[in-house]
């Protein structure tokens, strides 16, 4: 019997289809690269009451924002936000991945149609559904009333709750679908191999399932955190002063204050936190996930 | 001693009948095979057994002891699948300690045994080895290793050699029968490869559309097959269309058939004048000019359609005067001109009565 492990198969053809990426990057570039370098020199330049901004050069946008408590104070709800937005959909989501993945149901079709849904309706007209369901006199305050549960109505929009529940619902499919890929890739024989060592179910999937998700995992939380954090109609339409986020800020201080360059400083703020706290997670899930293959 | 018994089992998926009343009784320290082909009922035998699947009716025993409601995890088995299965997030010995951690095994006793197991499936030198940096054969030893390491009263196997080459899966039969004999353990091994539950098992099942068409031992199977589609499924036969002519006793009859009257062996108890078909294997058929002919041999006549050499063999397809064609095997010393005139001889007790 050869006591040989299988040669490790070379990446065939180093840089063949190289021109494939062009379109891609071309509208990377084009769409993205370039404005974010615009609004980074916007954010730099002083303040115009005639133009968008004057022509010298200043970093007083960026130390007037840092040394400002209620901006950290938004800068801190929107990434409580997004991490509780991202914390709740994993739990939610988890479960509904792993059952697609594993039922043969002639049911799944319709719950890949109900686990889509929330992306088959406009933002705007989904969100304006949700103000009806948690305004003051909205569907849920009725119907707790009707329930003798409560005397007077919760305060369920215009915070950070409202703004949570709606973002929660919305970006839901964004951890189900590359959860389900990554759990229909582990094959049923592993969790059987298990139980028939001796694991239960639940070991079975903390020492087993689990791990393996971890890629999974990553992309699908990664993905809400970013998609949450960013979020604009939502938090617009449900945050109400008590659930304002950066980017409501950000456009009020360019729609409504024409203030630009500070606008863009704080674009650029939030978008260098978002960068951080997304390479410090990939660098700790990576710790995790160094023993997959 | 019965180890496992397997007591009229019955299974539906819907409208689909996949187990008619199963029973099988296997003793201590056997080797049994479940062969068919695929849909025919093996490999949910085999789920029933390990417990990923709940039979409607029927018990299941692991010796005195009643499993047929209890979980997987609690039935002390030990399984190995097509696929492997190892963890692939473990290293060789993570996934051989895994079973003896579910047990509480302490860690000495552990080491002791993953070092004996691996030794014996000769892969020493492998615990730190993630299971993608080996070989299928190495992973299928690691899995084997992974089932055995829990001295399971039971192990599984589920085709498990269906994902390597022709010649690694010669060598792995007769690794597994090896190893299963100096561990003495009751195996059940599912497969749709006859040649491999030929050498392997002491006992075949051989299942057909969710019901045991014939469970026998290799030899019994493949020279007394129950049905003309046990005889077809294991190996080639050639079969001709009589009637008994006189019963001589025991196993012994005369058939009257197209091509004259012939010697066969069949069950006892078969009435005069009831149709049958004799089945005769290729192999055991000689041309009648060559060798020692033995008293009370049958003698047909026919002529080549065709020969095909094969090296080692030649083999034949003789059309008989009644139209019938057989198969037979001859030395690929042997030279056959087609066309030629050729008349063949058997002996009674390779001709084998079926029951049509």
């Known amino acids: ?293 | 001693m019965t180890a496992l018994t397997i007591d009229r089992v019955n299974k539906r998926y819907g409208q689909l009948h996949i187990l008619k009343d199963i029973s099988i009784a296997i003793r201590e320290g056997e080797f049994i095979s479940l062969l068919g082909p695929s849909g025919c009922g093996k490999t949910t035998t085999l789920r029933c057994i390990a417990g990923f699947e709940r039979p409607d009716s029927g018990r299941i025993l692991f010796g005195t002891r009643d499993v047929t409601a209890a979980l997987p995890e609690k039935r002390d088995i030990g399984m190995v699948f097509q696929s492997y299965a190892l963890f692939p997030h473990m290293t060789v010995a993570e996934n051989l300690a895994f079973g003896l951690e579910a047990r509480k095994i302490a860690p000495d006793e552990r080491k002791r045994r993953i070092g004996e197991v691996l030794s014996m499936v000769r892969l020493e030198g492998y615990e730190q080895r993630f299971p993608r940096e080996l070989s299928g054969g190495q992973q299928q030893r690691v899995a084997l290793a992974r089932a055995l390491v829990i001295e399971p009263s039971v192990l599984l196997l589920d085709e498990p050699l269906a994902n390597l080459d022709a010649t690694l899966r010669d060598e792995m039969r007769f690794f597994i029968r090896d190893l299963q004999q100096r561990v003495g353990i009751t195996s059940v091994y599912v497969t749709h490869d006859q040649s491999e539950a030929m050498v392997m098992s002491d006992r075949i099942v051989v299942m057909n559309a969710g019901e045991i068409d014939q469970l026998g031992a290799p030899r019994e199977i493949y020279e007394r097959p129950a049905s003309a589609r046990v005889a077809d499924f294991i190996g080639r036969s050639n079969t001709l269309q009589g009637e008994i002519a006189e019963a001589l006793g025991g196993e012994s009859y005369r058939i009257a058939t197209s091509s004259g009257a012939i010697g066969a062996e069949g069950p006892s108890g078969l009435s005069v004048g009831a149709k049958v078909q004799v089945m005769i294997r290729p192999e055991n058929i000689r041309i009648a000019d060559t060798g020692e002919a033995r008293h009370g041999d049958n003698l047909i006549s026919g002529s080549v359609v065709k020969s095909i050499y094969q090296g080692n063999a030649n083999q034949l397809s003789i059309r008989l005067a009644s139209g019938d064609e057989m198969a037979v095997d001859v030395s690929g010393r042997t030279l056959i001109e087609p066309d030629a005139a050729i008349s063949l001889r058997f002996a009674p007790g390779d001709a084998w009565l079926l029951a049509s």
């Open chain 1, 1 to 293: 019997m050869s006591a040989q492990a299988p040669a490790r198969v070379e990446s065939s053809g180093r840089g063949s289809g190289t021109w494939m990426v062009v379109p891609a990057l071309a509208l990377l570039v084009l769409f993205f690269a370039l404005p974010y370098l615009s609004i980074l020199t916007m954010s730099l330049r002083e303040a115009s009451t005639r133009a968008v901004y004057a022509d010298g050069f200043t970093i007083a946008h960026y130390t007037t924002a840092l040394g400002d408590g209620f901006i950290w104070g938004i800068l801190g709800r929107t990434l409580m936000i997004g991490t509780i937005v991202t914390v709740l959909a994993l739990l939610l989501g988890y479960p509904v991945a792993y059952h697609l993945a594993r039922s043969r149901s002639r049911w799944t079709s319709l719950l890949y149609i109900f686990v889509l849904s929330p992306l088959l309706v406009g933002l705007v007209v989904r969100t304006f559904a949700w103000m009806i369901i948690l305004s003051n006199n909205g569907v849920a305050n009725q119907a707790l009333r009707g329930l003798g549960l409560i005397d007077f109505p919760l305060q369920l929009m215009n915070n950070t709750l409202g703004v949570t529940i709606a973002l929660t619902h919305v970006f839901l499919p964004f951890i189900i679908l590359p959860l389900l890929g990554n759990l229909q890739a582990i094959s049923p024989d592993l969790a059987m191999a298990s139980r028939s060592l001796g694991a239960s179910r639940l070991r079975t999937f903390l020492k087993v399932t689990l791990p393996l998700s971890l890629p999974g995992i990553q992309a699908g939380t990664i993905l809400v955190f970013v998609l949450s954090i960013s979020a604009y109609v939502t938090p617009a339409m449900l945050g109400g002063s008590g659930g304002r986020t950066m980017s409501v800020l950000v456009v009020q201080y360019l729609i409504d204050s024409f203030r630009w360059p500070a606008g863009a400083a704080l674009a650029i703020i939030m978008a260098s936190v978002a960068i951080i706290f997304v390479s410090l997670y990939l660098r700790l899930t990576a710790r995790a996930m160094r023993r997959l293959p």
